[in-house]
């Protein structure tokens, strides 16, 4: 594998940590089924910055202290998966699949929590990487509580995923992981949010500040397309960047789906 330059290497990590730090915040009082599946597709969304945290620290990254942010990140991200848990699975008694779905993320986030605290390795990066993608499947099918406005909350996590699982497939590339399918991942993404942005656009309950944010996304990422078939021709700090501005308008517009009357 070709190595990238270091003044590349060092900029993409940059640009990566500054817009992906952890942040889990308390569960709210009172807190209401729309609110825990909100919580939850965020949730799932930070197994990818746990993970990223991960390959920063192998890679001998100090910006924003990856160690520190993985270190105070993992006891918080415990703590309400087990919350969440104990909201979702009385809950779910007449989805008996579902709820051992989401108990089953709960098993292998307990496995994956002692891969995060360990040194990193390159194998127990592909394991964590299949972990997270599976905990993020499970959690996901707790989605069966949801109400009709919550669909649009939930297409966002798909689409704030995207950036993130994109940028850490390249992170692990660079750090040499072997990864035969690099190039199916990559488009699988690619098409996975094309897919998304197109039905975010037709939800009927968009209004104008929601589609403002649709169109920035979709235009970042028309640009984002044409970076990454270019990328072998050594712009990967490009791809990240525009990525990170396609993450911060779906963020908001997750919010400001969140935030909708139900």
């Not at 993409?12 to 009082?29: E, F, G, K, R, T």
């Not at 620290?57 to 703590?79: C, F, M, R, W």
């Not at 098409?191 to 920035?216: C, M, P, V, W």
Request: proline fraction near 5%.
């Amino acid at each position: 594998m070709r190595t990238a330059p270091a003044h590349i290497f060092g900029f993409v990590l940059l640009i990566i940590s500054n817009v992906w730090s952890l942040d889990v915040a308390p569960l709210p009082a009172n807190m209401t089924t729309t609110q825990a599946l909100y919580i939850n597709c965020l949730q799932r969304t930070q197994t990818q910055q746990l993970l990223k945290d991960y390959l920063m620290v192998a890679l001998n990254s100090t910006y924003k202290n990856p160690k520190q942010s993985l270190n105070e990140g993992i006891p918080l991200y415990d703590k309400r998966i087990h919350q969440l848990n104990d909201y979702f699975l009385p809950r779910l008694s007449k989805h008996p699949k579902v709820k051992q779905k989401v108990a089953d993320a709960l098993t292998i986030w307990e496995t994956s929590k002692k891969l995060l605290q360990a040194p990193p390795t390159k194998a127990n990066a592909l394991i964590l990487e299949h972990n997270f993608l599976t905990m993020v499947h499970d959690l996901g099918t707790a989605k069966v509580l949801a109400t009709k406005s919550f669909k649009a909350v939930g297409m966002t996590g798909g689409l704030c995923r995207d950036p993130l699982y994109m940028s850490n497939t390249y992170l692990m590339k660079i750090w040499g992981v072997d990864l035969p399918d690099y190039q199916k991942i990559m488009e699988k993404h690619l098409h996975h949010f094309q897919s998304n942005i197109a039905q975010l656009k037709a939800f009927s309950g968009n209004n104008d500040e929601t589609r403002e944010h649709i169109a920035r996304a979709e235009k970042d990422f028309l640009f984002f397309t044409f970076m990454y078939k270019a990328m072998n021709r050594g712009i990967p700090t490009l791809i990240s960047e525009k990525a990170d501005k396609i993450f911060m308008h779906i963020r908001t517009l997750k919010k400001l789906y969140g935030s909708m009357p139900h």
